[in-house]
């Protein structure tokens, strides 16, 4: 019997492996790097855009608030002068009521007229008064600059050098401010003292 030959037995080689995985994470990493750096400065743009509308809107805020403070500032202002000027002007008829009512007193007119007229004068203080309008003391009889005008100085036995003889015209204030200084004569001294010192000074 004849034997059948033996198959040559077949030796697989071996398959050598290639480095797929390793490959593809070469190729993808900077892919993936470049993304990382892309998002990692979209976000920083993104803040400093946020910071910039942060800033603008501080900024126009503020400003909103001065012109906001400004015109309100300007409104008082103009109010304030608009009463000065009224207040100003009604002082000249309060002037014509005190005049006309120191020079009624003892002459042709019946008591119940002069009345009538200190009843209008104390109406039209009392109106002016709501308004902050008060008149100017000058009871202790010390001039002040500061609320006085010296109009002209006269010796005077009577009142001490410095002090207040007389007050030709009222002062009066509106609210804290000074808007009209009282008008009044002032002592130089008494006569003898006066002369001299106006020989002296000749």
Do not use: C
Not at 102 to 129: A, P
Not at 178 to 185: E, F, G
């Amino acid at each position: 019997m004849s034997k059948k030959p033996k198959k040559a037995e077949k030796t697989e080689e071996p398959i050598e492996e290639t480095p797929v995985v390793e490959e593809t994470l070469e190729v993808l990493e900077p892919e993936e790097e470049a993304a990382a750096d892309a998002a990692e400065a979209g976000e920083e743009k993104k803040e400093e855009e946020q910071e910039d509308f942060k800033d603008q809107y501080l900024r126009l805020r503020a400003d909103f608030d001065n012109f906001r403070k400004r015109t309100r500032r300007e409104k008082e202002e103009w109010t304030q002068r608009s009463l000065d000027n009224v207040v100003t002007d009604l002082l000249k008829v309060l002037d014509s009521f005190d005049l006309g009512i120191e020079n009624s007193k003892g002459k042709e007119f019946t008591e119940d007229t002069l009345k009538g007229f200190e009843l209008v004068r104390g109406q039209l203080s009392g109106t002016l008064g709501t308004y902050g309008l008060k008149e100017v003391e000058v009871a202790d009889g010390i001039f002040d600059p500061n609320l006085h005008e010296a109009i002209t100085h006269m010796p005077s036995p009577e009142v001490e050098e410095g002090g207040i003889v007389a007050v030709t015209r009222k002062g009066y204030q509106l609210g804290s401010r000074l808007l009209r200084p009282v008008q009044v004569v002032v002592s130089a001294g008494a006569p003898e003292a006066a002369s001299t010192e106006a020989e002296e000074n000749a």
